[in-house]
């Protein structure tokens, strides 16, 4: 496993326990998710959910360049993710199928 991956994970777990999440780790997770928003901006290429996250987050911005755009989606999406990995914060429900 990468040092990022074990350093996501700390951060998945620190939310999960209510923490609040240091400025200096945002930040890093901003640094580093701007360049894969840019390359989805940019080619349509990524990871299926970073894809559809910019899809669909695309049209409710300003027009602007990817070099631009890119580091504001890459805040959003920060917002996001802590907002929904915190304590006590919507989740949402499973989907049960009968019959299968």
Known sequence: MSTWDQSLQALTAQMRRGQAVPPPVRAELEERLTPLIRCVLRSGAGA??????????????????PDQTAPRMARLLCAE?????????????????VGV
């Open 48 to 65: 299926p959910a970073l894809v559809q996250w910019v899809r669909r987050t695309l049209p409710h911005l300003p027009a602007a360049e």
């Open 81 to 97: 993710l802590f907002c929904r990995g915190a304590p006590g914060a919507a989740r949402p429900a499973a989907e049960t199928v």
